[in-house]
């Protein structure tokens, strides 16, 4: 049994001590800010503005990480949550909350990803995984995100412990420490992880499969055409994950607010959901890591997000707590869990020297068109429109699926019983 390679376990663990504290931030960080006596509009709007400049930042990390390397850029994100999480236990400033946020990305719910650093994360991983099994070793990496994105969501639900001692917005400081622990873990861990700077081999000199016949790939032979059916597999790739960014956006970072207001329950009761939502979504991350090489990587994905889509379209209209937390764990466990799966396809449009720019291309797409959705969302909130957010992610997601399994479905490998067969 092969060894996992040592660059590949140091990103893994530290996606699972960024996902903890990643955790906390989606249970509590919107309603700190509700307790702050901000409205729905303005914790929408940080949001939104988050994954505004979080989408210019993932651009300029992608190109630049593609010429000077990955880790010095992971190293600086690393650095500033530890400072951000430091500063979220000293200030309630708002201007100071809007910086942390926007920078870090915290209550975004990223699921242990980088931030707007996660192209050259995700590049990284990716020269030193060969592409026949990346896509299982994504959904791995994936799953502890969210494995972890469970434990901080159990964590960020315990404000009730203290909240006699530490009334109010005051409740949530400890965890803000929490965060800062697993942050400081977690830079440590990237700053001993193994240099960079080794690629497999394989990776540097192979031109990156396309979605064209045999017969057209002996002809790409220059590096113009193969830069070009590398920009055309970006661009398209990179309108199928606008159109689902911007469903993402509508209920994602907005869900701990839906829930305390519509139906008033507390962080904990929330808290609760959320974690079990992440627990289901890393199995089913890992369940689609497998479907990805029994199947393919397209495939995979578009079965288990349509089921996602039923789910969604159906959650606002149950009348209780209990009912919407069971139809969001279930909806997540199939939307979300192909997350791993798509970042391997993203990762495999362009060989390694473009893979950062690949990826950020990608991001950038998705990023920009999430972070119109938490503003929008949270004026229907203000207004008491609960059910039209989710009917418009629900609309959105059918049709970047539809388009994802059309446009991409060449990029799937035979299945391991086609490879058996052939053999």
């Given amino acids: 049994m092969r060894m996992v390679d040592r660059t590949v376990l140091h990103l893994q663990i530290a996606r ?7 955790g906390i931030a989606i249970v509590d960080m919107a309603l700190y800010l509700k307790d702050l006596h901000w409205s729905a509009a303005a914790i929408g709007g940080v949001f939104s503005t988050a994954g505004i ?5 993932i651009l300029l990390v992608g190109v630049m990480s593609d010429k000077l390397g990955r880790k010095p850029f992971l190293l600086v994100y690393e650095s500033l949550t530890v400072i951000a999480a430091l500063l979220l236990t000293m200030t309630t400033n708002p201007v100071a909350l809007t910086v942390i946020i926007v920078l870090t990305g915290f209550g975004r719910g990223q699921n ?11 590049a990284w991983m990716a020269s030193r995984v060969p592409r026949q099994v990346r896509g299982r070793v994504f959904s791995t990496n994936t799953a502890l995100g969210f494995f972890g994105m469970a ?4 964590i960020g639900g315990s404000t009730h412990l203290w909240s006699k001692s530490l009334p109010g917005a005051q409740s949530f400081h400890p965890l803000f420490w929490f965060m800062f622990a697993f ?4 830079l440590v861990t990237i ?5 960079d700077k080794r690629q497999l081999k394989s990776d540097m000199t192979d031109p990156v499969p396309t979605p064209e016949t045999s017969e057209s790939t002996s002809e790409q032979s220059s590096e113009r055409s193969i830069r070009r059916q590398e920009n055309k597999n970006m661009a398209k790739l990179a309108g199928v994950n606008m159109l689902n960014g911007l469903a993402v956006g509508f209920v994602g970072p907005m869900m701990s607010y839906w829930f305390a207001t519509r139906f008033g329950v507390s962080s904990a009761q929330i808290g609760v959901t959320l974690a079990l939502s992440f627990v289901f979504t890393g199995a089913s991350s890992l369940v689609a890591g497998f479907l990805s090489q029994r199947f393919g990587m397209v495939k995979s994905v578009v079965w288990l997000q349509l089921s996602g889509v039923v789910m969604i379209l159906v959650l606002p209209l149950m009348p209780s707590f209990t009912l919407a937390s069971a139809i969001y764990i279930v909806r997540s466990a199939f939307s979300r869990g192909t997350q791993g799966v798509r970042s391997a396809l993203s990762s495999s449009l362009t060989r390694d020297k473009r893979r950062g720019f690949s990826v950020s291309m990608n991001s950038l797409a998705m990023r920009t068109s999430s972070a119109v959705g938490p503003t929008l969302s949270g004026y229907m909130l203000d207004l008491g429109v609960f059910s039209v957010p989710f009917f418009l992610t629900g609309g959105l997601q059918l049709v970047s699926t539809l388009l994802y399994g059309r446009l991409f479905r060449s990029f799937d490998a035979p299945s391991d019983r086609e490879q058996t067969h052939q053999a």
């Fill in 53 to 57: 400049v979080g989408a210019l930042l």
């Fill in 151 to 154: 434990a901080g969501s159990i």
């Fill in 191 to 195: 700053a001993s992880a193994p240099s």
């Fill in 16 to 22: 699972t001590l960024r996902s903890v504290s990643q």
């Fill in 112 to 122: 242990g990803a980088a931030g707007p650093f996660t192209p050259a994360e995700q």
């Fill in 183 to 186: 942050s400081v873990a977690c």
